[in-house]
Nanobody
């Protein structure tokens, strides 16, 4: 199971740190991703990280503002969000993809098998 937390209400320009904890024992076997879905829009990939944490991928709109990281000893993946904008407002989800080569990131939603419940992020202008 995946449990996301850390969402909330923040003013534009502020920061939030999302966490996603896994209750499984094999967290390091999963590539991880953070997705978001804004009202009336499709869910989209925000950032992804490889099993070992050495490779990352970001959506263009968040490059330079967001950072994904993971701590396999704590079974947790993080999304540090800085310089938040109103257009970042969405429900954020973490997801896990199994059976991936150690250094690969996964960028397609269909490749993610396990999903956590979302956490709401609201950025006010």
């Amino acid at each position: 199971q995946l449990q996301a937390s850390g969402g909330g209400l923040v003013q534009a320009g502020g920061s939030l740190r999302l966490s996603c904890a896994s209750s499984g024992r094999t967290f390091s076997l999963y590539a991880m991703g953070w997705f978001r879905q804004a009202p009336g829009k499709e869910r989209e990939l925000v950032a992804a990280i490889s099993r070992g944490g050495g490779s990352t991928h970001y959506q263009d709109s968040v490059k330079g503002r967001f950072a994904i990281s993971r701590d396999n000893a704590k079974n947790t993946v993080y999304l540090q969000m800085n310089s938040l904008k109103p257009e970042d407002t969405a429900v954020y989800y973490c997801a896990a993809s199994q059976g991936v080569i150690l250094t690969w990131v996964v960028v397609t939603q269909e490749s993610y098998r396990y999903w956590g419940r979302g956490t709401q992020v609201t950025v006010s202008s």
